[in-house]
């Protein structure tokens, strides 16, 4: 060691030494600098991503959306204004395909999304920049199988949701052609959406009404009735019993009668 | 003689010296019945209500008819801890806990269903042939008090296991007590032992619906097919069939083989539709809860008439005296209900007052050589279809996309228009069919084959009926139209004058039809007419 440093000392009023010693200087100094200004880097990067992700979702808004909704979503005649309404209820209604609407019925039905998720989350981005409201929820936020009650959901839903919804979450009718479609087959964040804006004849189930963890006692209950098995034999829809009704005058005194007229048919 | 027949033959004789019962067994084993399909209805009821009785039993085994309330506890995960009461508890026992308990509660719910349905399809049977005429006017009544105590019976039982869809039944139900005019409340409180619910409603029902009317239905059943008996079977008309035979095959061995057989034929659909199709699914439904209901919550389907009628009818209600009358509830709950149920109870007292028939019947009317009763028959259907398609407008709604409104507006309108239609169409229909068949026995069968003359002219061959075919499709009464006596020979105004003319109208239209070929019909084809 000792010998390494005298080698070393030996050079040190060398011609060179002087010019090594500055670019050694230079380069640590300059690529501390560059470690510590690309440090706060990505946060920048963040924000041009979020405004060219709203810029994109203002640009597919204009096309897809304004005609009804009005250019700035102030609203029109046949559409609300979307000022507020938050990115979660943009994430319902465009990402279950209800909107853009097909046609201009009664409701908005569920059918396959037109927008992909990143177009979606860009027009969430715009609506959202507009002015502030319910945030949207993404699966890994919800976390219903661990936090939620199946029990506790299933009064919940019957106390809340089953008068429109039916007992079973088949869906129901409502006033002139509205209805409460069924929850079977439909994702947790988009339930968990549905409570928190209420999107068309649905009322909002605020988190005073219905505490969080009460939303996903009732999504784990729903879950549960999507996923039990028909313990009786064929469901015949879970609708009650005008479809029981139906089955025994067709198939059963069907039956009945078919034997009967076979008992009584003369032998030839 | 073999061995088992001499033991037979002791046996018999003993038991014989005893009673005197051969002589009385041979008379009625060798009795003869009628063969027809529509005959076998009301044995669909009757083996469907053994079946009842058999599965009800093993029901009451678990049912515990209490609305105290308890956790549950049990086996279904997602009603785990939740309070309900003793009844709804034991009924998930039943369905989850108890080897076959769910199938047994299938079947038992399929049958009640069935017995529902074959006993309005007998009815049906019973009327538009007219097998209700003297001297059966007394086994009509027993049907209609039968069908009458089926509706309530069926309502109680599904009551009984206090889930969420019951409870709202019988908050409806209490609701048309309370409608009421003046004694409503009263009732109200009485049945309930005060406000609803209260926790004595489930264990009475209980014991109205285990005790008194299968008792009731029991004796009226046993009234009815002893009349049966006593009066003997009806039969349609045909060659060797009058009002003073009957023909068809003797119970024993023939009817025994038959209806011994067809009754596990109906306990084996029973048990198939058990086995195979959910029918009332309590845990889905949840327990009992006042502040809940569920959307499409619909009554079993021998009450949905009546709950279309409640949904059709416009809210009105009158305030006097410091009371109120809910015309909307009371109506169509109960005026509507007890007109009907009247007309169709005093419906053989009418027809025999409109066509001044007095006579015995045994041989059964086709329906279309009654025109006006198939008529009034097809009218009541019509009437009972449109409100129950009301019943169901939720998920009719939902199902075929049309709004709700739209469909109670249509059978608000239906249930005024259709029927007079159906009546008018119906009764077309009937002497449409009465000219063919005349046509038929004239000008005989069209078989269809042409056959070319040889002087160039086409012709259709017409196949002649057979005598016996010929017999049966002319065999009918067509009784003349009543006569009013205005005034007697001394000119004196007869004092019921405008009653008679009433009677004499509604004979006149019963007794309208295409006359049945006659003889001098026949010859007047034979010398040469076409």
Known sequence: MNQALRKLSKYRRHRFAGPALLIVALITLGTTFQVASALPGPSRMETTVQSTLIKEGKRIFNQGCSSCHGLNAEGSSIAPALIGVGAASVDFQVGTGRMPMADMSQQAMRKTPIYNAEQTAALAAYVASLAPGPDSINEAQIAFERDGNTAEGGQLFRTNCAMCHNFAGQGGALTRGKYAPTLMGVDAKYIYEAMITGPQSMPVFSDKTITPEEKLSIIKWIKAAENEPNLGGASLGRVGPVTEGLLVWTLGLGLLIGISVWLTAKAR | MKKAEKIGGSVAGYIDDRTGAAKWLRKNLTKVFPDHWSFMLGEIVLYSFIILLLSGTFLTFWFDPSQRDVIYQGSYEPLQNIEMSASYASTLHISFDVRGGLLMRQIHHWAALIFMAGMIAHLMRVFFTGAFRKPREANWLIGVGLVTLGIVEGFLGYSLPDDLLSGTGIR??????????????????????????????????????????????????????????????????????????????????????????????????????????????????????????????????????????????????????????????????????????????????????????KKEHHLLDRPRNNPNRTAIGAMSLSFIIVVTLNGGNDIIATNFHLTINQIMWFTRIAVILVPPLVFVLTKRICLSLQRADREKVLHGRETGRLVMLPHGEFVEVHEELTAEEKFTLTQHEQPRALEVEQSDSNGVTNPNHLKQKLRARFSQAHVEQVPAPSEADVKALEEGGH
């Open chain 2, 172 to 357: 409806i139900a209490e609701a048309i007590i309370q409608a009421m005019p003046v004694i409503g409340s009263y009732l109200a409180f009485f049945a309930f032992g005060g406000a609803f619910p209260g926790h004595v409603f489930i264990p009475r029902i209980f014991t109205v619906h285990v005790l008194l009317l299968p008792g009731i239905f029991l004796a009226l059943i046993t009234i009815h097919l002893m009349l049966v008996w006593y009066q003997k079977h009806t039969q349609y008309p045909g060659p060797g069939r009058s009002e003073k035979n009957v023909v068809g095959y003797p119970l024993m061995p023939i009817y025994m083989a038959k209806a011994g057989g067809f009754f596990f034929i109906v306990f084996g659909i029973t048990a198939l539709l058990g086995a195979l199709a959910s029918i009332n699914p309590i845990w889905l439904y949840g327990p009992y809860n006042p502040g809940q209901i569920s959307a499409g919550s619909q009554p079993d389907f021998y009450m949905g008439w009546l709950d279309g009628l409640v949904r059709m009818a416009p809210p009105i209600e009158t305030h006097a005296f410091g009371h109120t009358v809910s015309w909307n509830i009371l109506i169509p709950g109960l005026i509507i209900p007890g007109i009907l149920f009247t007309l169709m109870a005093l419906y053989p007292f009418i027809e025999s007052w409109m066509t001044g028939d």
